[in-house]
Protein backbone atom coordinates (compact mmCIF):
# COMPACT_ATOMS: atom_id res chain seq x y z
CA UNK A 1 0.00 0.00 0.00
CA UNK A 2 3.26 2.41 0.41
CA UNK A 3 3.60 1.65 -2.72
CA UNK A 4 0.69 3.50 -4.04
CA UNK A 5 0.83 6.50 -1.77
CA UNK A 6 4.22 7.27 -1.89
CA UNK A 7 4.19 9.43 -5.36
CA UNK A 8 1.34 10.99 -3.86
CA UNK A 9 3.45 11.81 -0.33
CA UNK A 10 6.53 12.69 -2.32
CA UNK A 11 4.95 15.21 -4.49
CA UNK A 12 3.92 16.80 -1.03
CA UNK A 13 6.78 19.01 0.88
CA UNK A 14 8.48 16.35 3.27
CA UNK A 15 7.08 17.63 6.24
CA UNK A 16 3.56 17.86 4.98
CA UNK A 17 4.06 14.27 4.29
CA UNK A 18 5.21 13.18 7.40
CA UNK A 19 2.06 14.68 9.04
CA UNK A 20 -0.01 13.44 6.66
CA UNK A 21 1.00 9.69 7.46
CA UNK A 22 1.07 10.57 11.28
CA UNK A 23 -2.90 11.76 11.11
CA UNK A 24 -3.65 8.34 8.42
CA UNK A 25 -1.89 6.71 11.35
CA UNK A 26 -3.60 7.93 14.55
CA UNK A 27 -6.72 7.79 13.08
CA UNK A 28 -5.85 4.01 11.80
CA UNK A 29 -4.99 2.88 14.98
CA UNK A 30 -8.49 4.10 16.84
CA UNK A 31 -10.55 2.83 14.47
CA UNK A 32 -11.57 -0.99 15.38
CA UNK A 33 -9.83 -4.35 14.06
CA UNK A 34 -7.36 -2.15 12.27
CA UNK A 35 -4.23 -3.17 14.56
CA UNK A 36 -5.25 -6.72 14.52
CA UNK A 37 -5.12 -6.56 10.72
CA UNK A 38 -1.91 -4.73 10.74
CA UNK A 39 -0.20 -7.43 13.05
CA UNK A 40 -1.50 -10.21 11.04
CA UNK A 41 0.34 -8.44 8.37
CA UNK A 42 3.52 -7.68 9.10
CA UNK A 43 4.58 -9.33 12.98
CA UNK A 44 6.48 -12.14 11.99
CA UNK A 45 7.98 -14.25 14.67
CA UNK A 46 11.80 -14.59 15.12
CA UNK A 47 12.70 -16.31 18.00
CA UNK A 48 16.31 -16.72 16.94
CA UNK A 49 16.18 -12.72 16.74
CA UNK A 50 15.10 -11.74 19.75
CA UNK A 51 17.66 -11.16 22.57
CA UNK A 52 17.74 -9.24 26.02
CA UNK A 53 20.03 -6.60 26.52
CA UNK A 54 20.26 -4.33 29.76
CA UNK A 55 17.97 -7.06 31.60
CA UNK A 56 15.07 -6.23 28.84
CA UNK A 57 13.81 -8.62 26.66
CA UNK A 58 13.49 -7.59 22.92
CA UNK A 59 11.48 -9.41 20.66
CA UNK A 60 13.09 -8.55 18.07
CA UNK A 61 16.37 -5.91 16.95
CA UNK A 62 14.43 -3.49 14.82
CA UNK A 63 13.33 -0.33 17.03
CA UNK A 64 12.11 3.17 15.03
CA UNK A 65 15.03 5.87 15.98
CA UNK A 66 14.27 9.01 17.25
CA UNK A 67 12.40 11.97 15.84
CA UNK A 68 10.13 9.47 14.08
CA UNK A 69 7.30 9.86 16.86
CA UNK A 70 9.00 12.70 19.34
CA UNK A 71 5.65 12.75 21.07
CA UNK A 72 4.45 8.67 20.87
CA UNK A 73 1.31 9.36 19.28
CA UNK A 74 1.20 6.67 17.01
CA UNK A 75 3.12 4.08 19.38
CA UNK A 76 -0.06 1.40 19.09
CA UNK A 77 0.38 1.67 15.20
CA UNK A 78 4.18 1.25 15.37
CA UNK A 79 4.02 -1.94 18.06
CA UNK A 80 1.43 -3.45 15.14
CA UNK A 81 3.75 -2.96 12.48
CA UNK A 82 6.23 -5.60 14.13
CA UNK A 83 8.71 -3.18 15.72
CA UNK A 84 10.88 -4.64 18.36
CA UNK A 85 10.98 -1.31 19.96
CA UNK A 86 11.19 2.74 20.11
CA UNK A 87 12.80 5.74 21.19
CA UNK A 88 10.09 8.54 21.90
CA UNK A 89 11.60 12.22 21.63
CA UNK A 90 13.76 13.78 21.99
CA UNK A 91 11.69 15.20 24.82
CA UNK A 92 12.66 18.87 26.41
CA UNK A 93 12.02 19.67 29.45
CA UNK A 94 10.14 22.93 28.09
CA UNK A 95 7.47 22.19 24.85
CA UNK A 96 9.05 23.67 21.84
CA UNK A 97 8.05 24.48 17.84
CA UNK A 98 11.17 24.29 16.34
CA UNK A 99 12.58 25.98 13.68
CA UNK A 100 11.30 28.25 10.84
CA UNK A 101 9.93 25.76 8.03
CA UNK A 102 10.74 24.51 5.64
CA UNK A 103 13.12 22.36 7.83
CA UNK A 104 13.07 18.86 6.03
CA UNK A 105 14.41 18.28 2.81
CA UNK A 106 14.41 15.27 0.76
CA UNK A 107 17.54 14.01 -1.57
CA UNK A 108 16.22 11.27 -3.79
CA UNK A 109 18.85 10.63 -5.62
CA UNK A 110 20.97 9.93 -2.12
CA UNK A 111 17.90 8.05 -0.73
CA UNK A 112 18.40 10.80 2.32
CA UNK A 113 17.12 13.44 4.26
CA UNK A 114 18.27 17.01 5.50
CA UNK A 115 16.64 18.10 8.37
CA UNK A 116 16.65 21.48 11.10
CA UNK A 117 13.59 20.34 12.90
CA UNK A 118 15.15 21.98 15.64
CA UNK A 119 13.99 20.03 18.64
CA UNK A 120 10.14 20.14 18.43
CA UNK A 121 8.26 18.45 20.42
CA UNK A 122 5.10 18.91 23.00
CA UNK A 123 7.40 18.76 26.01
CA UNK A 124 7.55 15.78 29.02
CA UNK A 125 3.53 15.53 29.56
CA UNK A 126 2.16 14.69 26.03
CA UNK A 127 4.77 11.68 25.62
CA UNK A 128 4.68 10.36 29.26
CA UNK A 129 0.54 10.55 28.85
CA UNK A 130 0.90 8.58 25.20
CA UNK A 131 3.44 5.79 27.21
CA UNK A 132 1.24 5.00 29.39
CA UNK A 133 -1.59 4.93 26.82
CA UNK A 134 0.15 2.46 25.25
CA UNK A 135 1.20 -0.03 28.26
CA UNK A 136 -2.61 0.07 28.97
CA UNK A 137 -4.31 -0.34 26.03
CA UNK A 138 -1.09 -3.53 25.55
CA UNK A 139 -2.27 -4.72 29.42
CA UNK A 140 -5.95 -4.57 28.68
CA UNK A 141 -5.48 -7.21 25.64
CA UNK A 142 -3.01 -9.71 27.51
CA UNK A 143 -0.35 -8.56 24.72
CA UNK A 144 3.71 -7.41 26.29
CA UNK A 145 3.80 -3.93 25.58
CA UNK A 146 6.39 -2.66 22.85
CA UNK A 147 9.84 -1.60 24.73
CA UNK A 148 10.10 1.98 25.02
CA UNK A 149 12.96 4.35 25.18
CA UNK A 150 12.14 7.80 26.13
CA UNK A 151 15.44 9.84 24.69
CA UNK A 152 15.93 13.43 25.83
CA UNK A 153 17.44 16.24 24.60
CA UNK A 154 18.35 20.39 26.15
CA UNK A 155 15.43 22.44 25.48
CA UNK A 156 16.30 24.09 22.36
CA UNK A 157 17.23 27.38 23.55
CA UNK A 158 20.31 29.86 23.28
CA UNK A 159 19.68 31.23 26.55
CA UNK A 160 19.49 27.77 28.63
CA UNK A 161 22.88 27.23 28.43
CA UNK A 162 25.93 26.32 31.12
CA UNK A 163 24.58 25.44 34.31
CA UNK A 164 20.92 26.14 33.38
CA UNK A 165 21.45 23.47 30.31
CA UNK A 166 22.26 21.16 32.71
CA UNK A 167 19.66 21.46 35.34
CA UNK A 168 17.29 21.85 31.96
CA UNK A 169 17.99 18.01 30.91
CA UNK A 170 18.26 16.99 34.69
CA UNK A 171 14.66 18.15 35.33
CA UNK A 172 13.61 16.44 32.30
CA UNK A 173 15.40 12.83 32.60
CA UNK A 174 13.26 13.43 36.44
CA UNK A 175 10.33 13.81 34.54
CA UNK A 176 10.58 11.16 31.66
CA UNK A 177 12.87 8.66 33.20
CA UNK A 178 10.03 6.48 35.06
CA UNK A 179 8.25 6.02 31.84
CA UNK A 180 11.03 4.33 29.48
CA UNK A 181 12.25 1.21 29.87
CA UNK A 182 15.49 2.65 29.12
CA UNK A 183 17.05 6.02 28.77
CA UNK A 184 18.91 7.80 26.15
CA UNK A 185 20.41 10.97 26.82
CA UNK A 186 20.62 12.70 22.92
CA UNK A 187 23.80 14.80 23.33
CA UNK A 188 24.34 14.64 19.23
CA UNK A 189 21.88 17.15 18.14
CA UNK A 190 23.35 19.12 14.96
CA UNK A 191 20.01 21.66 14.80
CA UNK A 192 19.80 23.92 17.60
CA UNK A 193 21.58 27.66 17.66
CA UNK A 194 23.64 26.80 20.36
CA UNK A 195 25.13 23.95 18.85
CA UNK A 196 26.17 20.97 20.81
CA UNK A 197 26.78 21.70 24.00
CA UNK A 198 27.98 18.36 25.62
CA UNK A 199 29.42 15.88 23.03
CA UNK A 200 33.14 16.56 24.30
CA UNK A 201 34.35 15.21 27.82
CA UNK A 202 34.66 18.45 29.27
CA UNK A 203 30.84 19.58 28.01
CA UNK A 204 29.31 15.94 29.14
CA UNK A 205 30.95 15.33 32.48
CA UNK A 206 28.76 17.94 34.59
CA UNK A 207 26.02 16.62 32.72
CA UNK A 208 26.63 13.12 34.04
CA UNK A 209 27.15 13.76 37.31
CA UNK A 210 24.20 15.60 37.44
CA UNK A 211 22.09 12.44 35.86
CA UNK A 212 23.32 9.60 37.07
CA UNK A 213 23.57 10.93 40.81
CA UNK A 214 19.99 11.15 40.20
CA UNK A 215 19.42 7.84 38.35
CA UNK A 216 21.29 6.51 41.31
CA UNK A 217 18.96 7.58 44.07
CA UNK A 218 15.78 6.87 42.24
CA UNK A 219 16.64 4.52 39.18
CA UNK A 220 19.69 2.57 40.09
CA UNK A 221 19.05 -0.19 37.34
CA UNK A 222 17.56 1.62 34.89
CA UNK A 223 19.82 1.54 31.62
CA UNK A 224 20.92 4.83 30.83
CA UNK A 225 22.34 5.04 27.05
CA UNK A 226 24.27 8.04 25.46
CA UNK A 227 23.63 8.79 21.54
CA UNK A 228 26.63 9.89 19.54
CA UNK A 229 26.92 11.92 16.10
CA UNK A 230 28.99 11.05 13.14
CA UNK A 231 31.03 13.94 13.07
CA UNK A 232 33.27 13.76 15.81
CA UNK A 233 36.66 12.72 15.68
CA UNK A 234 37.75 8.99 16.29
CA UNK A 235 40.10 10.85 19.55
CA UNK A 236 37.00 12.96 20.84
CA UNK A 237 34.62 10.00 20.41
CA UNK A 238 37.10 7.27 22.41
CA UNK A 239 38.03 10.03 24.92
CA UNK A 240 33.90 11.20 25.14
CA UNK A 241 33.02 6.91 25.74
CA UNK A 242 35.81 6.72 28.19
CA UNK A 243 34.33 9.30 31.16
CA UNK A 244 30.79 7.60 29.62
CA UNK A 245 32.02 4.42 31.20
CA UNK A 246 33.25 6.10 34.13
CA UNK A 247 29.55 6.98 35.25
CA UNK A 248 28.27 3.79 34.45
CA UNK A 249 26.61 4.14 31.02
CA UNK A 250 24.97 1.20 29.85
CA UNK A 251 25.09 1.39 26.23
CA UNK A 252 25.50 3.57 23.18
CA UNK A 253 23.20 5.07 20.29
CA UNK A 254 25.50 5.43 17.23
CA UNK A 255 24.86 7.43 15.26
CA UNK A 256 22.72 11.03 15.14
CA UNK A 257 22.82 12.87 12.25
CA UNK A 258 25.83 14.55 10.30
CA UNK A 259 26.65 18.12 9.10
CA UNK A 260 29.60 16.46 6.97
CA UNK A 261 27.67 16.78 3.13
CA UNK A 262 30.93 14.94 0.88
CA UNK A 263 30.16 12.50 -1.45
CA UNK A 264 26.50 13.27 -2.52
CA UNK A 265 24.96 12.44 -5.65
CA UNK A 266 22.50 15.38 -5.38
CA UNK A 267 23.59 18.39 -7.23
CA UNK A 268 25.84 20.93 -5.23
CA UNK A 269 23.22 23.56 -6.28
CA UNK A 270 20.37 21.78 -4.44
CA UNK A 271 22.95 21.15 -1.08
CA UNK A 272 23.77 24.59 -0.65
CA UNK A 273 19.89 26.26 -0.98
CA UNK A 274 18.85 23.51 1.40
CA UNK A 275 21.75 25.23 3.81
CA UNK A 276 22.47 23.72 7.49
CA UNK A 277 20.88 20.75 8.72
CA UNK A 278 21.41 17.04 9.62
CA UNK A 279 21.96 14.73 6.60
CA UNK A 280 20.53 10.90 7.51
CA UNK A 281 19.68 8.02 5.53
CA UNK A 282 22.23 6.19 2.86
CA UNK A 283 25.01 9.03 2.11
CA UNK A 284 26.10 8.18 6.71
CA UNK A 285 25.72 4.76 6.40
CA UNK A 286 29.30 3.89 6.01
CA UNK A 287 30.75 6.37 8.79
CA UNK A 288 27.60 4.88 11.15
CA UNK A 289 28.90 1.20 10.54
CA UNK A 290 32.50 2.59 10.95
CA UNK A 291 31.62 4.58 14.34
CA UNK A 292 29.64 1.18 15.64
CA UNK A 293 33.21 -0.91 14.41
CA UNK A 294 35.73 1.54 16.43
CA UNK A 295 33.32 1.71 19.85
CA UNK A 296 33.13 -1.69 19.88
CA UNK A 297 36.69 -2.59 19.97
CA UNK A 298 37.36 0.14 22.14
CA UNK A 299 34.89 -1.04 24.85
CA UNK A 300 36.00 -5.20 24.30
CA UNK A 301 31.98 -5.87 23.27
CA UNK A 302 31.36 -4.87 26.83
CA UNK A 303 28.54 -2.48 26.31
CA UNK A 304 25.58 -2.89 24.08
CA UNK A 305 25.31 -0.82 20.95
CA UNK A 306 22.16 0.48 18.98
CA UNK A 307 23.20 1.18 15.57
CA UNK A 308 21.64 3.47 13.32
CA UNK A 309 22.46 5.32 10.18
CA UNK A 310 21.12 4.73 6.74
CA UNK A 311 19.44 1.28 7.62
CA UNK A 312 17.07 0.49 4.41
CA UNK A 313 17.64 -3.44 4.03
CA UNK A 314 18.85 -6.51 5.91
CA UNK A 315 21.96 -6.50 4.35
CA UNK A 316 22.46 -2.96 5.92
CA UNK A 317 21.08 -3.73 8.84
CA UNK A 318 23.50 -6.92 8.86
CA UNK A 319 26.48 -4.85 8.71
CA UNK A 320 26.15 -3.11 11.73
CA UNK A 321 25.64 -6.48 13.80
CA UNK A 322 28.91 -7.82 12.49
CA UNK A 323 30.54 -4.72 13.34
CA UNK A 324 28.80 -4.48 16.74
CA UNK A 325 25.60 -3.59 16.87
CA UNK A 326 22.96 -5.82 19.34
CA UNK A 327 20.31 -3.80 17.80
CA UNK A 328 19.39 -1.34 14.62
CA UNK A 329 16.69 1.69 14.32
CA UNK A 330 15.64 3.14 11.58
CA UNK A 331 14.05 6.39 10.45
CA UNK A 332 15.23 8.06 6.58
CA UNK A 333 14.80 4.07 5.50
CA UNK A 334 11.21 4.13 6.63
CA UNK A 335 10.38 7.00 4.81
CA UNK A 336 11.64 5.63 0.95
CA UNK A 337 10.57 2.29 1.79
CA UNK A 338 7.30 2.31 4.12
CA UNK A 339 6.54 0.33 7.36
CA UNK A 340 7.01 -3.01 5.08
CA UNK A 341 11.07 -2.27 5.77
CA UNK A 342 10.76 -3.33 9.37
CA UNK A 343 9.37 -7.14 8.71
CA UNK A 344 11.75 -7.25 5.62
CA UNK A 345 14.56 -6.55 7.25
CA UNK A 346 13.72 -9.23 10.09
CA UNK A 347 13.09 -12.09 7.13
CA UNK A 348 16.19 -10.93 5.42
CA UNK A 349 17.93 -11.34 8.74
CA UNK A 350 16.72 -14.59 9.77
CA UNK A 351 18.08 -16.26 6.25
CA UNK A 352 21.84 -14.24 6.57
CA UNK A 353 21.95 -15.84 9.86
CA UNK A 354 21.35 -19.02 8.64
CA UNK A 355 23.41 -18.67 6.00
CA UNK A 356 26.57 -17.67 7.90
CA UNK A 357 26.05 -20.40 10.31
CA UNK A 358 24.68 -18.51 13.75
CA UNK A 359 21.75 -20.18 15.25
CA UNK A 360 21.08 -16.92 17.48
CA UNK A 361 21.10 -13.13 16.04
CA UNK A 362 23.37 -12.91 19.67
CA UNK A 363 25.91 -14.69 18.20
CA UNK A 364 27.00 -12.66 14.94
CA UNK A 365 27.23 -9.49 16.82
CA UNK A 366 30.62 -8.21 16.28
CA UNK A 367 31.92 -11.31 14.53
CA UNK A 368 33.73 -9.41 11.73
CA UNK A 369 36.83 -8.64 14.32
CA UNK A 370 37.03 -12.32 14.86
C1 LIG B 1 13.38 14.59 10.62
C2 LIG B 1 14.30 13.97 11.62
C3 LIG B 1 14.16 14.30 12.97
C4 LIG B 1 15.02 13.74 13.91
N1 LIG B 1 14.85 14.05 15.24
C5 LIG B 1 15.66 13.49 16.18
C6 LIG B 1 15.48 13.77 17.55
O1 LIG B 1 14.57 14.51 17.97
N2 LIG B 1 16.33 13.19 18.44
C7 LIG B 1 17.34 12.34 18.06
O2 LIG B 1 18.07 11.83 18.91
N3 LIG B 1 17.52 12.05 16.75
C8 LIG B 1 16.71 12.60 15.81
N4 LIG B 1 16.90 12.29 14.49
C9 LIG B 1 18.02 11.42 14.09
C10 LIG B 1 17.60 9.96 13.91
O3 LIG B 1 17.15 9.41 15.13
C11 LIG B 1 18.79 9.12 13.40
O4 LIG B 1 19.84 9.18 14.35
C12 LIG B 1 19.34 9.56 12.05
O5 LIG B 1 18.31 10.04 11.21
C13 LIG B 1 20.10 8.46 11.33
O6 LIG B 1 19.28 7.35 11.06
P1 LIG B 1 18.59 7.12 9.59
O7 LIG B 1 19.69 7.21 8.59
O8 LIG B 1 17.95 5.76 9.69
O9 LIG B 1 17.59 8.19 9.44
C14 LIG B 1 16.05 12.83 13.51
C15 LIG B 1 16.17 12.51 12.16
C16 LIG B 1 15.31 13.05 11.22
C17 LIG B 1 15.48 12.66 9.78
Redesign the pocket.
Known sequence: MYDAIRPILFKLDPETAHNVTFSLARSAQAAPGVLSLLRSNYQIDTPKLSTTLFGLEFANPVGV???FD?NGHALGLLAALGFGFI?V??VTNLPRTGNQKPR?FRLEPDQG?I?R?G?NNEGPEAAKHNIAKLRRKALASNRKPMIVAV?I?KTHDPQILGDKGIQDMLDCYKKMAASGDFV?L?VS?PNTAEGKTFEDPEGITPLLEAVTAERKANNPHQPLLV?FSPDSTPFNLEKTIEVCERFDISGYVM???SNDRSGLQTNGGTIEKIGKG?L??KP?HQRAVERVRFAHKLLGGSKPIIG????DSAESAYEFIRAGASLV?????LVYQGPRLCREILTGLAGLLERDGFSTLTEAVGTEHH
Open positions: AAGKEGSLLNMLNAVNCKVNTGSGILGGVELYTG
